[in-house]
């Protein structure tokens, strides 16, 4: 047990030191990586992936408020990096969808990141990579069954 508590440990540090560096990495980069906030970056990657969604199924996937993600949605909108349109289920709501500039956005931010890591893994092996690829992976999906209520998955 105590391996397992010193292990526990280092991944609570690291992981909260993992999200410092990556916010001081992302300030301290030239404008493609830093022109979109964390939020906005998470929200147009969803869409982008997922297609047109719903407030509601945004706020689920991100585990997220839905008024937070309302506000959020409105800021992209008012910034022309999203699109409503009516939603064909529900009349009252809307759907929304990454405008073409939207991605473009995203998609440079995301070019602009991969940069950055690609530079910060230089001495790293592709095995290497795809292993903490694998294992970030992994974590994340976790950390989002733990959140749903499900447990590790």
């Known amino acids: 047990m105590a391996d397992d508590d010193s292990a526990l440990r280092v991944i609570e540090t690291q992981v909260a030191m ?40 945004v706020a689920t996937r991100l585990n997220l408020d839905g008024s937070t993600v309302t506000r959020q949605i409105g800021a992209l909108h008012r910034g022309g990096l999203v699109v409503r349109t009516p939603d064909p289920l529900d009349g009252r709501g809307s759907v929304v969808a990454a405008s073409e500039q939207g991605l473009a956005q995203v998609d ?45 998955g």
Do not use: C
């Open 18 to 57: 993992l999200m410092r560096l990556g916010e001081a990495t992302r300030r301290s980069a030239p404008r493609p990586h830093r022109a979109l906030d964390r939020a906005s970056y998470v929200i147009l990657r969803f869409l982008q992936e997922a297609g047109p969604q719903n407030v509601s199924a």
């Open 108 to 152: 440079a931010v995301s070019k602009a990141r991969r940069e950055v890591y690609d530079e910060v893994l230089r001495d790293w092996s592709p095995r290497e990579r795809q292993d903490l690829a694998g294992m970030l992976e992994r974590l994340t999906g976790d950390m989002d069954a733990y959140l749903k209520g499900r447990g590790p």
